[in-house]
Nanobody
């Protein structure tokens, strides 16, 4: 059984920074793509950033130049460095990972961590 545990959310002023982390644990064979999603009140969950196993990255346009996704394969951990935060970044952030275990391949989700950007 695989679990993704997130940390790093909190309250920050506009223009501030936060660093989210998400660690996958369990009997993992391979971690493929890892990603961060977010969901604001009344809105659909959206993909924020994705990083492949080879560390190529993609971002939603609204965070380009401000957010950086990275991963530590030895720790099965994905990070999201968020700089120049804006109120519209306020959301619950969820990590996601495409993982192969002994029973096959599937996506796993973290529990979510609240990010609030407010003065």
């Amino acid at each position: 059984q695989v679990q993704l545990v997130e940390s790093g959310g909190g309250l920050v002023q506009p223009g501030g920074s936060l660093r989210l982390s998400c660690a996958a644990s369990g009997s993992i064979f391979i971690v493929n793509n890892m990603a961060w999603f977010r969901q604001a009140p009344g809105k659909e969950r959206e993909l924020v950033a994705v990083i492949a196993s080879g560390s190529s990255t993609n971002y939603v346009n609204s965070v380009k130049g401000r957010f950086t996704i990275s991963r530590d394969n030895a720790k099965n951990t994905v990070y999201l460095q968020m700089n120049s935060l804006k109120p519209e970044d306020t959301a619950v952030y969820y990590c996601n990972a495409d993982i192969i275990t002994a029973v096959g391949r599937r996506d796993y989700w973290g529990q979510g961590t609240q990010v609030t950007v407010s003065s």
